[in-house]
């Protein structure tokens, strides 16, 4: 099991999935009618097929990445973590996992930074999903 975490982060399916950057892995934490919402989106992306997609694309965007602040509740994890993206730049931010009495995640807010990167990515995830996800789902630029 390859470890992405510091040791303070209980490692879990979405760590794991990132580990791992397999749409599989992704879909395996997700509820049928999981929701994401994110900084590097236009407006959120729904259903489990979609946003395993989106996952794991993103997922190899990252060079390096590693989850370094967790807080849970009963239904909520709120992950801080810092990447490598583009060839060194550095981004952060922090994932809000909401979760169904089953513990499948249901919705999901990445907020990242700084504004440059957001963009960035927003720009790659789209030329990376083109044909799987409509393009006006990501900035242009």
């Known amino acids: 099991m390859t470890s992405n975490t510091t040791t303070d982060i209980k490692m879990q399916k979405w760590t794991q999935a990132f ?3 397999l749409e599989s ?3 395996d934490a997700f509820a ?3 929701i994401l919402e994110a900084s590097v989106l236009v407006r959120p992306i729904e259903g489990r097929d979609c946003v395993k997609s989106v996952m794991a694309t ?10 370094t602040r967790q807080v849970e509740s009963a239904q909520q ?11 060194g730049q550095s ?6 996992l909401i979760k169904n009495p089953d ?3 249901v919705h999901i807010a990445i907020h990242h930074r700084p504004l440059g990167a957001v963009l960035r990515f927003s ?3 789209g030329e990376r999903l083109k044909g799987k996800i409509p393009p006006d789902y990501f900035y242009k630029g």
Request: glycine residues 8%.
């Open 19 to 21: 580990a791992d950057k």
């Open 25 to 27: 892995s992704f879909a």
């Open 32 to 34: 049928d009618n999981v």
């Open 58 to 67: 993103a997922s190899k965007v990252y060079e390096a990445l590693t989850f």
């Open 77 to 87: 994890t709120y992950l801080e973590w810092e990447a490598k993206a583009f060839g």
């Open 91 to 96: 981004l952060s931010g922090v994932t809000i």
């Open 103 to 105: 513990g499948l995640i």
């Open 123 to 125: 720009i790659e995830m």
